[in-house]
């Protein structure tokens, strides 16, 4: 645009608007406050963002937590301290999960800090740097705009620092600053562009790499959930058909590697892997493991950890044994790699044999007690109905272990929240997921306890008209607390799940509720879950308190004993 057509007045509300719709944002994820309300008005002008309201602020973190794994980057606008402290708890989760969620905060006018007044909001002291100060910790980039003519240079490093370390970025805003006068932007590519790899980093790592794999016989890939995040997801599989090897993935890559795929060998993690991947995981004598997370509950608290020297190639480096390099991007050396590797498929063959016989699944009669095993085979059913535009969300709880040992179709996506964690995750996240991709069907598998910590955004699936598919699995309480350590604590008040969507639907929803205490009336709550178009189904689904998954059991069994070993001494003769 001609500068002489542009209009007059540009701000620092405006920059930050324009910015994110340049990165890609298409709706910002809000709560309204009154540190962020003109703000708000700025964005909500942009012709290319769409607001998005939210019933709390965990939630409206966890929307855009969502938003970020269908789209990429995501904004989440919220008000100083009671609103950003809560919207602290889903940027911890993107974090960790490596989503560059970008949060916003209103936050007092830059006069009442030299005034030394007490603000509403605020701890009611006169230090205004604390929420700045917490947000440095959990984001990889936290700006504080004191002065309009330092809002370009610190938004666009924000958003930049988030965007290349696939992490959330912090900026705040003061209430008095989001309609001051601003230039406008210059050229996004100055925000957006990737640092290419080291070309003399790149060289040697793949020098270092057929070294590695040099006189390995049995070698195998592990793949783990960063790698979707680094965008490396075709070179991965380029690299896999060039050496013809098994493919394990990580519980939180499930999806990542097509599970149809015949290299394809399951779900790694030691003792609970699926499709018997365990057995040649630990037969191989070489792993090439890429994007893989080694935590306390990938290792089935620790009892599961690969012991042969590994190969790791991350989002911006490589490691072997002995060697380290950085700046070096993930689909870069995977497609050095796959130019380099010989063909060796000894692991596919021996995984052949090894391979466990299929599991014969029983069908349950339409008059019996529902059960934990006959609501997974008929989430099987649905899942495999309309695979190719079906997203599965796996809340935490046994809703891990019976969605990782579903088998994803062509097609169908998993996402799962493992590394952070958070139960009541997954009703929000698929609602922001839901808003970037409303043509997908979106299933989510949840417990009663999770259920409980944040199903106000169920009312925001009526609101927006998203065909969600809730299956929630009562069972009273928190049963995988339960099968660790039992005590009163782990029992919940029960509720009416399906009667609560009659509240949320109000006078003008389209929601379902629906009860299923048989395999037949789940048979036909999930018939009229698939043709309502017009918002979410509830289904609730009664099973006993202890009826969970051999995994389940297993894994607490290791995991407990992880979190309960005796401390070390501490250097100190102690
Ligand atoms: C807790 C967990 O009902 O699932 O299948 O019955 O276990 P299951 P529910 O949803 O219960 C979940 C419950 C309490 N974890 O068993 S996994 C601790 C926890 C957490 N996140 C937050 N608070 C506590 N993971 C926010
Ligand atoms: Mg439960």
Redesign the pocket.
Known sequence: MALSMQPKRFTVGDYLAERLAQIGIRHHFVVPGDYNLVLLDKLQAHPDLTEIGCTNELNCSMAAEGYARANGPSACVVTYSVGALSAFNGTGSAYSENLPLILISGSPNTNDLSENHILHHTLGTTDYTYQYEMAKKITCCAVSIFRAEEAPRLIDRALRAALLARKPAYIEVPSNLANAACVRPGPISAVVDPVASDAAALDAAGKCAAEYLSGKLKPIILVGPKLRRAGAEKELLELAEAMGCAVAVQPAAKGMFPEDHKQFVGIFWGQVSTCGADAIVHWADAMICVGTVFNDYSTVGWTAMPDIPLMTAEMDHVTFPGAHFSRVRLSEFLTSLSSQVNFNDTTLVEYGRLRPDPVLVHNAKSGDALTRKEVSRQVQGLLNSEADRTTLFV?????WFNGIQLQLPPGAQFEIEMQW????WSLPAAFGYAIRHPERRIIIM??????Q?TAQEISQMVRYKLPIIIVL?N?R?????VEIHDGSYNKIKNWDYAMLIQAFNSTDGKAKGLLANTAGEFTDAVKVATKNLEGPTLIECTIDQDDCSKELITWGHFVAAANGRPPRGTGRGD
Do not use: R
Request: hydrophobic share 25%.
């Open positions: 809340e935490t709880g046994d809703s964690g958070h139960i009541g949840i417990g009663d306890g999770s259920f910590v699995v069972n309480g928190y049963t995988i607390e």
